[in-house]
């Protein structure tokens, strides 16, 4: 059986050095999705953050071509 490591906010801003802000209004829910990076345990209010797939994503953006142009329909233009 795998560990799986959760964090809550505050810890989750101290290891990727961004601000609880942040995290809250502009990271959830955007690029952290429920069920993938954090959870709701017991259907409650309070949010557990998953580190190994914040870990496994978060580069995921940056590896990305650096000439490439981000479409409206989600499609990248190479140039």
């Known amino acids: ?7 809550t ?6 290891r990727i050095k961004y601000d609880v802000r ?3 209004e ?3 829910d955007s690029v952290l999705l ?6 709701r345990p017991f259907g409650g209010r309070k949010i557990l953050f998953i580190w190994e797939a914040i870990c496994r994503d ?6 990305v071509d650096r000439i490439a142009i981000p479409m409206a ?3 990248v ?3």
Do not use: C, P, Q, V
């Open 22 to 24: 942040t995290i809250r």
């Open 34 to 39: 429920e069920g993938t990076h954090y959870i």
């Open 58 to 63: 978060m580069g995921l953006k940056s590896s």
């Open 77 to 79: 233009l190479h140039g």
């Open 9 to 14: 906010t505050d810890e989750l801003s101290a």
């Open 26 to 28: 502009r990271l959830k």
């Open 1 to 7: 059986m795998s560990e799986t490591t959760f964090l």
């Open 73 to 75: 329909n989600g499609g």
